[in-house]
């Protein structure tokens, strides 16, 4: 199975900053020959996290494609999860599935007080990016279970809470 999202070079388009990450730690990497891609701040902050944090032993960035049903869009599509961790506690192995987002990507928006054809669009595509990272991540962790893996959200109020 093919990464597409490797072929999706950083552009910068959508207003967040996005790059290629040069690791310190080469050896850490599950697929050293694979670029590391971070698509916001928040990315590149995590990519120095896994690449300096000791507790983690190997990471890889976008490095598993997802089967989930979009009910936005009704259709099936792949989900790229932004990372893959692995770390050791106690002798055990954990794998855990990252995906970096805003906390406003996953919290379900309250309709607006003041009702206008703005609030309202504005409203509307909150619902829908919070319905499809929904849809993601029920698939991402039926995905981890069944491989013995944990799926975890990192929002801003992580990078913020510890000042990162």
């Given at each position: 199975?093919?990464?597409y999202m490797?072929?999706?070079?950083?552009?910068?388009?959508?207003?967040f900053?996005?790059?290629?990450?040069?690791?310190?730690?080469q050896r850490?990497?599950l697929?050293p020959?694979?670029?590391?891609?971070?698509?916001s701040?928040y990315?590149l902050?995590?990519?120095?996290?896994?690449?300096?944090?000791?507790?983690?032993?190997?990471?890889?960035s976008?490095?598993?494609?997802?089967?989930y049903?979009d009910p936005?869009?009704?259709?099936n599509?792949?989900?790229?999860?932004?990372?893959i961790?692995?770390?050791?506690?106690?002798g055990?192995?954990?794998?855990?599935?990252?995906?970096?987002?805003?906390?406003?990507?996953i919290?379900?928006?309250?309709?607006?007080?003041?009702v206008?054809?703005?609030?309202l669009?504005?409203?509307n595509?909150?619902?829908?990016?919070?319905?499809?990272?929904m849809?993601?991540?029920k698939?991402a962790?039926?995905?981890a279970?069944?491989?013995g893996?944990t799926?975890?959200f990192?929002?801003?109020?992580f990078?913020?809470?510890?000042k990162?």
């Amino acid at each position: 199975m093919s990464n597409y999202m490797k072929s999706v070079a950083p552009t910068g388009k959508h207003g967040f900053i996005q790059g290629y990450f040069r690791p310190t730690n080469q050896r850490k990497l599950l697929k050293p020959t694979e670029a590391i891609i971070y698509r916001s701040s928040y990315e590149l902050q995590f990519c120095r996290i896994c690449d300096t944090n000791p507790v983690i032993k190997f990471w890889q960035s976008e490095p598993i494609q997802i089967q989930y049903y979009d009910p936005v869009k009704c259709v099936n599509r792949a989900y790229y999860p932004d990372y893959i961790i692995v770390t050791e506690s106690q002798g055990k192995v954990n794998k855990t599935i990252i995906e970096v987002k805003p906390l406003t990507f996953i919290t379900k928006p309250e309709y607006p007080k003041k009702v206008t054809a703005q609030t309202l669009k504005g409203y509307n595509f909150r619902l829908r990016i919070f319905v499809t990272n929904m849809a993601k991540m029920k698939a991402a962790k039926t995905y981890a279970e069944a491989r013995g893996m944990t799926y975890s959200f990192l929002t801003d109020a992580f990078f913020n809470k510890f000042k990162i």
